[in-house]
């Protein structure tokens, strides 16, 4: 996949950059992630919890959680437990005042790319803007899959890039112009909200993101395009 793109220019991995960053922003983060989105993020969510719900799961692992949105939104379906793991302590932070009132969700410091829970534990592992961060992809669906029970099933929600001309042309200027400019006035890291939108571009998605699901082992993987496809989400089996 050649060499990562990284937020920042200096001699850290990746991940440590991205963990940098998120520390960084964690403040502003969902402040940011809201308005940036219209408040459609939110729907983003809701509709992939809705999906999620029809396997009713009992214990969820949710990876990349960050401040805990997808967690809270995954409350609702009742679930014994749900574990959020992240490498940002910040963004955990943010996420611990969150869940207080959500006493099924805890929250752990930890890394999608080596997760510490044994095979087959969990009955649906998901993850919202979190897949494109990592260091590397492959080796993070490798051990999302190996942690999910037999029949358990993975849920991802990412950024993807729309294929009709126009809604290409308003899209990209909104997120690689209007979006950085804000992003970094109000979250005062210059470099995240260049990163974002770059790191979207060179992402797969689409079938080029279920070929590297199939390559991991993931079966029955199913692919929906949102919002003229500006994010995705990609349902499989173990
Ligand atoms: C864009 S945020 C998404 C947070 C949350 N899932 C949401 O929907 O708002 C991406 C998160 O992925 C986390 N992350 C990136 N690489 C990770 C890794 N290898 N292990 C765990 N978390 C990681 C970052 O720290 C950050 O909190």
């Given amino acids: 996949m050649g060499t990562p793109l990284t937020p920042y220019n200096t001699s850290d991995s990746k991940k440590e950059q991205v963990a940098t960053m998120f520390n960084n922003v964690a403040g502003t983060y969902d402040f940011l992630n809201h308005f940036f989105s219209l408040g459609i993020d939110k729907l983003w969510r809701r509709k992939l919890v809705k999906l999620i719900g029809k396997s009713n799961p009992k214990l969820i692992l949710d990876v990349a959680t960050g401040t805990a949105d997808l967690a809270i939104a995954e409350s609702k379906l009742n679930p014994e437990k749900i574990i959020g793991v992240d490498i940002s302590?910040?963004?955990?932070?943010v996420g611990r005042e969150k869940i207080k009132k959500y006493p099924c969700i805890e929250l752990q410091l930890g890394d999608s790319e080596n997760l510490q829970f044994e095979n087959d534990t969990f009955d649906a592992v998901s993850v919202s803007f979190g897949v494109r961060n990592f260091e590397n992809v492959i080796a993070g669906l490798t051990e999302m899959?190996?942690?999910?029970?037999?029949e358990g099933k993975i849920f991802i929600l990412e950024f993807s890039k729309p294929k009709n001309w126009f809604i290409q042309k308003i899209y990209y200027f909104y997120f690689c112009t209007?979006?950085?400019?804000?992003?970094?006035?109000?979250?005062?890291?210059?470099?995240?909200?260049?990163?974002?939108?770059?790191?979207?571009?060179?992402?797969?998605?689409?079938?080029?993101?279920?070929e590297l699901m199939q390559y991991v082992g993931f079966k029955n993987i199913e692919c929906k395009p949102l919002t003229f496809g500006i994010s995705t989400i990609y349902i499989a089996k173990k």
């Fill in 145 to 150: 899959r190996r942690v999910l029970k037999p």
């Fill in 178 to 210: 209007v979006l950085p400019f804000i992003g970094k006035m109000v979250s005062k890291d210059a470099s995240a909200y260049t990163y974002l939108p770059e790191s979207v571009k060179i992402f797969p998605d689409g079938k080029k993101f279920v």
């Fill in 89 to 93: 302590e910040k963004m955990l932070e």
